[in-house]
């Protein structure tokens, strides 16, 4: 079992940075790939970006543009994502999520991967 919480969201302005940070609790953080996901008010959730058990592999959205970084601690049993140059579509409440634990190399880009679920935090960004 592992618990999720998701931290650092808020509000920016366009072109404004934030980093967000998923807290895991629960045994062996370290055999699971994590994902951060979003939702948008209206739209369906969608795949972010992805990192696997170890940090050594990560998948991004195409609507990143590398503007995004993901990574890990898996000694504080931290994810974050760093989010650079923030556009008015990249609003939403975002999500990270925890697979199903087995060292994947690669950790799935679908939701229906993911076994866990943080509760979410809000990112606003303003024109």
């Known amino acids: 079992q592992v618990q999720l919480v998701e931290s650092g969201g808020g509000l920016v302005q366009a072109g404004g940075s934030l980093r967000l940070a998923c807290a895991a609790s629960g045994r062996a953080f370290n055999s699971y790939g994590m994902g951060w996901f979003r939702q948008a008010p209206g739209r369906e959730r969608e795949f972010v970006a992805v990192?696997?058990?170890?940090?050594?592999?990560?998948v991004y959205a195409d609507f990143v543009e590398g503007r995004f970084t993901v990574s890990r601690d898996n000694a504080k049993n931290l994810v974050y994502l760093q989010m650079n140059s923030l556009k008015p579509e990249d609003t939403a409440v975002y999500y990270c999520a925890a697979d199903s634990g087995q060292y994947y190399y690669s950790p799935p880009l679908a939701e229906r991967g993911y076994h866990y679920w943080g509760q979410g935090t809000q990112v606003t960004v303003s024109s």
């Open positions: 990192i696997s058990w170890s940090g050594g592999n990560t």
